[in-house]
């Protein structure tokens, strides 16, 4: 009797504990950039609205230059930008914030996501000030023609079954009339423009746990 109780507390204890089922290991899944010499650059009105004069190719994916998904075009919103002097500034997509990959000649969609708010951060008091910002994407969608472009890059996210996306944007020194550093534009409500760079990368932590009298999925990831 003491034998069959002690085994009923230990199978209850074992079905009731979190079990980990999954666990992604944080990798950056591709990079992109405006090619040099290109019209490609980030543009800031002077009336809360940043925006982008092209699709940008993709660098890498998964850390190599050989991936199908190299050369295909990140298409980014137009940004709102609010918030007060000193603190992160928010962005938020202008219009459609659906964040999407095609192919280089934008005849083909590989994946669609949507692009939530996030932070936009300044530092520095040179025209090379660090500006980056930061947003999840969510709804990640991969096409039937992005599961069958080849790319490792893309069968990670379909094998892992992500429902999300860290994306982050660091923009370079940029120029304009009085140009002083990405927060002064900001703040006094200048105009400017320059380069920049991006990525999209695996969140960290994401672990799936299952609970297991209830069968629940529960994900935690990071928010930025």
């Not at 990140?74 to 928010?90: D, E, H, K, M």
């Amino acid at each position: 009797m003491r034998m069959s109780l002690t085994l009923a507390i230990a199978v209850a204890a074992a079905l009731t504990s979190p079990i980990l089922a999954d666990t992604v290991t944080p990798q950056q899944v591709l990079t992109f950039s405006p090619a040099v010499g290109s019209a490609g650059e980030w543009y800031y009105n002077g009336a809360g609205v940043l925006s982008f004069d092209q699709s940008i190719a993709v660098d890498s994916a998964l850390n190599s230059n050989y991936d199908a998904l190299v050369g295909a075009r990140v298409y980014l919103p137009t940004f709102q930008i609010s918030g007060i002097p000193g603190a992160p500034y928010t962005l938020t997509p202008l219009g459609s914030s659906q964040i999407t990959i095609k192919s280089a000649d934008n005849s083909v969609t590989y994946m669609t996501g949507t692009l939530a708010v996030g932070d936009l951060g300044t530092m520095g008091t040179v025209a090379g000030g660090y500006t980056e910002f930061k947003a999840d994407i969510s709804n990640l969608f991969i096409t039937h023609e992005g599961a069958a472009l080849g790319s490792a890059a893309l069968a990670i996210l379909e094998h892992l079954g992500l429902p999300a996306l860290d994306f982050d944007l660091a923009f370079s020194g940029g120029s304009g009339s009085g140009y002083r550093n990405f927060a002064d534009m900001l703040d006094r409500g200048g105009i400017g423009s320059g380069g920049f760079s991006g990525a999209m990368s695996v969140p960290e932590p994401t672990t799936i746990v299952l609970l297991g009298f209830s069968g629940l999925a529960m994900l935690r990831k990071r928010r930025v």
